[in-house]
C-alpha cells in the first residue's frame, strides 16, 4: 500500500523476489585468501582474456591477454614477488569486466 502526498493510495501487486544464482561465466579465485598457488575458474574456454593485477591503490601492477588455461599461471607468476596485501583482479572477458578482490596473507 503506497500513499501519496496528495493522500491518494494506490495497491500494488506483490513482486516475486528470486534468490541470485551464480551466473554462468562467474570468475572465481580459489583459495582466497591466497595462501598457495591460486586457481582461476569459471573463465570462458575460447577466446582470449583481458587479466589486470592492481595495488588496492589502485596502481596496475600487471596485464596479460591469456587463455583460460595460462590465466592462472599468469596470476601466480604476479602474485608470487608481491608482499602480503590485498589486490584487485581484473577479468575482461567478452566484453564484461569482473573485478575480483584478492587477499594475501
Known sequence: RQTDLDGTVHLTQ????????AAE???TITPNPATGPVELSGLPAAGPVRLSLHHATGR????ASATASEASAWLNTALA????GVYLLTVQAAGQPQHLRLVKP
Open 25 to 27: 561465466g562467474l570468475v
Open 81 to 84: 614477488p608481491l608482499p602480503a
Open 60 to 63: 596496475v601492477l600487471a596485464t
Open 14 to 21: 506483490p513482486v516475486v523476489v528470486e534468490p541470485v544464482r
